[in-house]
């Protein structure tokens, strides 16, 4: 079992930035695998940002360059500049022993004005 709890979230003008964190607790083996989702309203959950089983990253292609993931261990971040009104969702954390995540933080929202 793994617990994730995201913070960072928070209301932004567009161009802005904001860096999410999320913290992670639990078996270290359920967490090979961390990234970040979103959901806006309407819209299906997607993908945002991922760490990948070999310790690359793979990023949604609306990130465009603007979005950075890292990590350090049991804790994964998601530095978020030039935001747009189109990046305002619920952000999610995620965790896995593989690709595909288990695991989901409660998400922390995101607002961009514009």
């Known amino acids: 079992q793994v617990h994730l709890v995201e913070s960072g979230g928070g209301f932004v003008q567009a161009g802005g930035s904001l860096r999410l964190s999320c913290a992670a607790s639990g078996s270290i083996f359920d967490m090979l695998t961390m990234g970040w989702y979103r959901q806006a309203p309407g819209k299906q959950r997607e993908l945002v940002a991922a760490f990948l089983l070999d310790g690359s990253t793979k990023y949604a292609e609306f990130v465009k360059g603007r979005f950075t993931i890292s990590r350090d261990t049991a804790k994964v971040y998601l530095q978020m500049n030039s935001l747009e009104p189109e990046d305002t969702a619920v952000y999610y954390c995620?965790?896995?022993?593989?690709?595909?995540?288990?695991?989901w933080g409660q998400g922390t929202q995101v607002t961009v004005s514009s």
């Open positions: 995620t965790a896995g022993p593989t690709g595909a995540p288990r695991y």
